[in-house]
């Protein structure tokens, strides 16, 4: 919806920790160009756009890319059994909670990542090649944060 609207993010009535989570390819709809497979370009590109529009970025994928054009983290936890439909809701779950807790956007972002990540890490310890429902990343994501507590 933001790739197609007419005036982007110049109107938008969302508050000052916009936070956007797209995969690469939602990225290249929002960026109107391919990104790129090297992962310095895409910290580059992630980074210009984050800063142009005033958001925060999660470039989900291997190494996701978090950046709001000035901090920049990358994640390496997670696993392929995130390419799941609806574990990105989950990770936008976990993100908007740490937001209502008062956690800081581009904070959020990265522990949200990070422990979305671990999750999967876990899942795929569990599943291995068979892809499990967000449902089922949930239940880890549970045990994830019981650790890390």
Not at 98 to 106: T, V
Request: hydrophobic letters at 40%.
């Amino acid at each position: 919806a933001l790739a197609a609207s007419p005036t982007g993010f110049s109107d938008s009535p969302l508050p000052a920790d916009r936070i956007l989570t797209p995969h690469p390819g939602e990225f290249a709809r929002l960026c109107r160009q391919p990104v790129p497979a090297d992962h310095r370009q895409r910290e580059t590109l992630a980074g210009d756009f984050a800063r142009r529009h005033g958001v925060i970025v999660l470039l989900k994928g291997p190494r996701t890319i978090i950046t709001d054009g000035q901090q920049l983290a990358v994640n390496d936890t997670g696993s392929n059994t995130l390419a799941t439909g609806g574990t990105g809701d989950v990770l936008t779950g976990v993100i908007a909670a740490l937001l209502a807790q008062g956690m800081p956007g581009f904070a959020a972002a990265q522990l949200g990542a990070h422990v979305h990540g671990l999750a999967g890490e876990r899942l795929q310890r569990h599943y291995g090649s068979r892809f499990p429902t967000s449902r089922e990343l949930i239940r880890h994501l549970f045990e994830v944060w019981q650790e890390l507590e």
